[in-house]
């Protein structure tokens, strides 16, 4: 609704003209009336009407020279002037002063319509120029800053750029800020339309800097910042944005900078660490020396020997023993982070660990199908996980849920669990120091302990169980060298030499004997 503000000294004229047509049905609101134009005048800056009805002779002040004094304050409303004179000799003032139209008195109602139909279309049409400008400018500042950024410097300090757009250069410093959404593109692009205006408004209205759009990122242009505050700032930027529409940002600060040649360092340093955003990302604000920090964290890694790693977690996972298996993912975890690897290798990594990790122990273990992980779905969320501390977190979860269940139903006694893992892992290289290390003792302790239980010695009891599963394979029908590695003995030779020692026969007669 435009608004309509009505001033003439008669009192049943103004009441008249509030009643002479439906002003709601033409898309206008009577916001006041008055009587005289120094009054009127007060109601203009009170009210802000967008029209002014006024009448040309008053007492105290006349319509003609309100509307003067009017536009010596600068406002620039739209006026139609009442007036009895059939001639209107204020033509050429009415001209000078911008007057819209004149009505002749008695109003005619379809005359006044007409009028306000095409101070309304005027009205519409500028404000929509208005806007084409604004947002031509908003726009061309947009563009500028963006130039700025990747390193295209046009002549920025020069006063006709800072008086049209605002920019006020040159700055104490200049840092520049990445800003990103933890969700998939579609909704990325459309989340941004919705929560760019909000970060633009939170930053103007605190004379931060300015917004840009860069790629696929909000860009924040960030002046004369204290760096012991700049965290503080982006803390409350990410606070408020989530509370306003439930969005987590991730954002990303390049280094500080003092002179605008070198914004483009500043960008640069933000897009690597933006980069990294997986990896950092569960921190939400990726600082340059933050993440020097954590590399420095992992510097003392050693090298991985994934094959060794994932040998070890099949046998933790074998046990449930949860310590040894959060240090083992943790050392994998440790170890991406230290080579900075990329997204995409990080997650075939832990795919690949899982379901080798996953299918090894349901093989060996002979277990029911029902255990079996919903591999579609597993792979499924890894790839929604949009961090290494998320992810990391999910498939440890699923290792040691899974580990729980293979283990439910085995004995409780320390002893009888190593008997039992014996008697499934036979196959393995399975040593004394192996059984100490994931069940937690000192290795002379252990095998002290395993000789008063069993009354033999850990090797001993070790042959005992590996050939009595090779006597039952023998009498399957196996042939002897197929034999030899499934009962885990890695040399033909030493497996008869044992053989024979425990049954007195070779290997060979043995099974001719039992056929």
Known sequence: MLKVLLIDDEYFIREGLKTIIDWKSFGYEVCGDSENGKDGLEKVFLLSPDLIIVDVKMPVMGGLEMVEELRKRGCHCRVIILTAYPDFKFAQKSIELGIDSYLL???DPQELIQKLENVQKEIHNNREISQCVNKSIYLSKEKIIEDLVIGNIPDVLSGRYNSLYGLNFPWKSYTIGLIDTDRDLFEEIQLKSVIKPEIEKAILESGYGYIF??????????KNMDPELLPKILKWLQERIFRIAGVSLTISLGETVEDIQDIQKSYLVACRLMDKKFIYGHKKILMQDRNENAAAECSGCPS???EKILNRLYHA????N?????????????????NESEEEIIKIHYIDLFLTITDRLMTRNDSP???MPDKKEFMSEVYKKTSLADLHGYV?????????????????????RILDYIDR???????????????????????????????????TYLDYVRIEKAKLFLQEGLKVYQVVKKVGYGDIDYFYKKFKKYTGVSPSFYKCKEQ
């Open 213 to 222: 759009q860069i790629k696929n990122f909000i860009g924040i242009l960030l």
């Open 322 to 338: 949860q310590f040894l298996i959060n240090d083992l993912l943790e050392e994998i975890k440790n170890w991406f982070m230290m």
């Open 369 to 371: 199908q029902r255990l």
């Open 317 to 320: 996972l074998d046990v449930n």
């Open 425 to 459: 892992n036979y196959a393995e290289d399975i040593k004394l120091e192996m059984l100490a290390y994931l069940f937690n003792y000192n290795a002379t302790y252990l095998g002290k302990l395993f000789k008063s239980y069993t009354g033999q010695y850990f090797n």
């Open 396 to 416: 440890k979860y699923k290792l040691i849920s899974f580990s729980e269940e293979l283990c439910a139903g085995r004995p409780s006694n320390t002893m009888k």
């Open 105 to 107: 008195k008695p109003v």
């Open 304 to 306: 991985l020997d994934m």
